[in-house]
């Protein structure tokens, strides 16, 4: 029985600094092992974090990213690294949601994601930002993300 070649990865079995500012080239993928069925892999992130690009105050996001794997799926740690690289970067909601969702389509192909972003209150107006590649295939259950509407103290 011949062995596939292990795929290279950047950070997984390594050390890694955090990175100063995110790259799609920080995101690693992996063969997906189960190609010839449609399942969903969820990824939450209830503590991310970046940085107002105006006042540079710290910004906080609970995000959920779902998607469907193609041939590809992507390696967690290198992820994480992505994740944690926002942690010193100056953008706006919107264009972190969406800039996750997009480089993870640019790295993996997925056949189905999508991302919600659900900023907690800045200015005492929470924002959450949604955004898919289209709609999900009929034969997958996806479920709710699972986050309630922000009501503060009421």
Known sequence: MSKK???AFAHLGKTSDIPDKPDIKILDRAPNPQQDVDYVTRFVTPEFTSVCPMTGQPDFAHIVIDYIPDKWIVESKSLKLYLLSF????????DCTLRIGRDIVKTLAPRWLRIGGYWYPRGGIPIDVFWQTGPAP?????????????????
Request: aromatic fraction near 10%; glycine fraction near 14%; hydrophobic fraction near 20%.
């Open 87 to 94: 942690r010193h970067h100056g953008a706006f909601h919107e």
């Open 138 to 154: 009929e034969s997958v259950w996806i479920p709710d993300q699972g986050v309630p509407p922000y009501r503060g103290r009421g």
């Open 5 to 7: 070649p292990k795929p």
